[in-house]
Each structure stands twice: as C-alpha cells, then as structure tokens.
C-alpha cells in the first residue's frame, strides 16, 4: 500500500532554521515532492527529490533517503509568511495517482 | 496570466442538485487532475487525465463525471449533491505526469 506520515504541526521562531520530516511507503518510488499551502489557498510546489541527497532552493532545502523511505524539508532564516502546511507528496501509477500526507502546518512566531 | 483558472470559486446549494465546476490551463500541459480537500485538509485524488484521456478514477462515485473536451480543459459535474460532498475542489495540471503540479484556485462547495 502507500502511506505519507508528516507530523501534523510544528512551531518555530522567526529566523529559525525548522526540519519537516516525512515518511513514505509507496509501490514504485517516482521521487518526492514538496508543497506548501497557505490557508485558503491552493498548493503551490516547492521541491523535487528523486535521487539521495539534498537539494537546495535558496532559503528551502529538501533532502531524501530512498533506502529510508525519509525525506525532509528544510526551512532557514524563517520568515512570518513561512507559516502555512506543507505536503509532502509520492506519485506512482506512473506518476498519474498522487498520495499526499496530511501535511504539517507550521507557525512562525516573533 | 492564469495558469490554471477554475469556476466558480464558491458554489452554494441544496443536497440533490446537479452542479458543474469548470477547469482551464494556459500552460500547454498534457496532464490534469481533480483532487479534494476536506475538512481535515487532507488532499486526495480523485481523476488524473492525460492527452484528454482518463487514466486514474480513485473509486469517486459515479455521481461525479469528469469531462475533458480538449487538453486544456477539464470540467467535473456532480449530481445529486450529498452533504458529505461539501470539501473544497482543486483542479491541477502539469507538463507530464512526473513533473510538478499546477493547482487551480480551488472551488470551494457547500452542500445545505
């Protein structure tokens, strides 16, 4: 089966460096994607990861292990508008069918 | 320039009515998707087209019919509303399906 476990929330201070951390089962691994949402709004894509390693996107940085089935996200210098969830998410039936977690919401305090 | 562009962005009605929700991408993608958000937020497919073709139905009851009339577009009607329907609505494309997706606004359903 496929299963996407994120802890449901996290709260970090204002130029903090904060980790999501994700756990993935699925048949097929087509790689990992990240996505933030702020409420009311729809999803928009943060990151790809399909081999080991860390990716680095500015102030974003996602990292995967496929032999763990882990992959986190990496948020530094936080800023007040960082608050929001983010999804971790794994397509596979050829990348049609995307399993999503129930994402993190994370609050940015000053 | 909208990318993906849904509509309407709210629908309100009354349990048994038919109601459609439109779907467009400026984006020359092939692939589109359906998804739902409930309350819990938890976001979860429903239909995955390709080239105007359905490839995934997510065991949605056949209450919901999607339609795809070209690549750029995919509309979703529902009959008969149940209250369990009420969730907010997400069209998504993207350029193929490994690639990252698109989102739409959202609709945002009420069923009374």
């Known amino acids: 089966g496929q299963n996407i476990d994120q802890p449901t929330e996290m709260t970090a201070t204002e130029g903090a460096i904060v980790q999501i951390n994700c756990t993935y089962q699925t048949s097929g691994f087509n790689g990992l994607f990240w996505y933030q949402q702020h409420a009311g709004e729809a999803p928009t894509f943060l990151s790809y990861n399909v081999l080991d390693g860390l990716e680095e996107k500015g102030r974003f940085s996602s990292f995967l292990s496929r032999s763990k089935g882990y992959s986190y996200l990496l948020l530094k210098e936080l800023q007040m508008k960082d608050s929001a969830s983010y999804l971790c998410?794994?397509?596979?039936?050829?990348?049609?069918?995307?399993?999503f977690g129930a994402g993190t919401r994370l609050f940015v305090k000053a | 320039d909208t990318a993906v562009s849904q509509t309407p962005k709210y629908l309100v009605t009354q349990m048994g009515n038919d109601k459609s929700i439109k779907c467009e991408q400026n984006l020359g993608h092939d692939t589109m998707y359906w998804y739902k958000q409930d309350s819990k937020k938890f976001l979860k497919i429903m239909f995955s087209y390709n080239n105007k073709e359905l490839i995934i139905n997510e065991t949605v009851p056949n209450r919901f019919s999607p339609k795809s009339p070209d690549k750029a577009h995919l509309n979703l009607h529902i009959n008969s509303l149940e209250l369990g329907d009420s969730a907010v609505y997400f069209c998504a494309s993207s350029l193929t399906s490994y690639n990252e997706q698109f989102f739409g606004p959202g609709t945002r359903l009420t069923v009374l």
């Open positions: 998410a794994a397509p596979h039936t050829g990348g049609f069918k995307t399993i």
